[in-house]
């Protein structure tokens, strides 16, 4: 069974840092695009960063304006996202997700671009 497990989450003052971890199961991913979505109450899902196969690559969501950073190890079929100086706004359950087919780019950004999703961690950040 394909699994992807989010950690990391929890309650952080504005201005502070979460690393959110995602590890997967159940398939190799180590050649497969992965990323970072999230939905706030109300909101639609959507996009935070994803990486590339081997972590050459980076894309993110333009409200990101290099806060955030995605990296991934894949000896331990895990991928990261540092979050720093984070405010009200990043509220939000945080999803993690993969691409079932193989690619050197990152630049995936639709929630239609991705075959697997985790069950999310939330991200609550007090002002």
């Known amino acids: 069974q394909v699994q992807l497990v989010e950690s990391g989450g929890g309650l952080v003052q504005a201005g502070g840092s979460l690393r959110l971890s995602c590890a997967g199961s159940?398939?190799?991913?180590?050649?497969?695009?992965m990323g970072w979505f999230r939905q706030a109450p109300g909101k639609e899902r959507e996009f935070v960063a994803a990486?590339?196969?081997?972590?050459?690559?980076?894309y993110y969501g333009d409200f990101v304006k290099g806060r955030f950073t995605i990296s991934r190890d894949n000896a331990k079929s895990t991928v990261f996202l540092q979050m720093n100086n984070l405010n009200a706004e990043d509220t939000a359950v945080y999803y993690c997700?993969?691409?079932?087919?193989?690619?050197?780019?990152?630049?995936?950004?639709?929630?239609?671009?991705?075959?697997?999703w985790g069950q999310g961690t939330q991200v609550t950040v007090s002002s």
């Open positions: 990486i590339n196969w081997s972590g050459g690559s980076t």
């Open positions: 159940g398939r190799s991913f180590s050649r497969n695009t």
């Open positions: 997700s993969a691409r079932s087919s193989s690619s050197g780019s990152a630049y995936y950004n639709a929630r239609r671009d991705y075959d697997y």
